[in-house]
């Protein structure tokens, strides 16, 4: 059985930074690309950023572009999200995904694996 747990989220001042973590089991880690999504109450989940199996590719939605950064470490089987300069409107339930190979695309409807979600505030 597929499993996605993410860590790491909580409450912090803006300007500040967390590291969020995803760690994954139950199905072959290197097959899968991965991705950060969020959402915020009233709004729709949008992608944060995506990367391939092996790392060497990722994207990232232009809000967060070059506040953060997304790694994996396939000998772990975890993802993280290394978010610095955080803003208020960062404020969401985030979320890690999977899927079958790289599609480059930050549309959630592209993935088929889900974690339960870390919420992550971010006050001014």
Do not use: H
């Not at 089991?25 to 990367?51: C, D, H, L």
């Not at 232009?62 to 994996?72: C, E, L, P, Y």
């Not at 985030?94 to 974690?115: H, I, K, Q, T």
């Amino acid at each position: 059985q597929v499993q996605l747990v993410e860590s790491g989220g909580g409450s912090v001042q803006a300007g500040g930074s967390l590291r969020l973590s995803c760690a994954v089991s139950g199905y072959t880690y290197t097959q899968y690309s991965m991705g950060w999504f969020r959402q915020a109450p009233g709004k729709e989940r949008e992608g944060v950023a995506i990367i391939s199996t092996g790392g060497g590719r990722t994207y990232y939605a232009d809000s967060v572009k070059g506040r953060s950064t997304i790694s994996r470490d396939n000998a772990k089987n975890t993802m993280y999200l290394q978010m610095n300069s955080l803003k208020p409107e960062d404020s969401a339930m985030y979320y890690c995904a999977a899927r079958v190979g790289w599609v480059g695309s930050l549309s959630p409807r592209e993935y088929n694996y889900w974690g339960q979600g870390t919420q992550v505030t971010v006050s001014s």
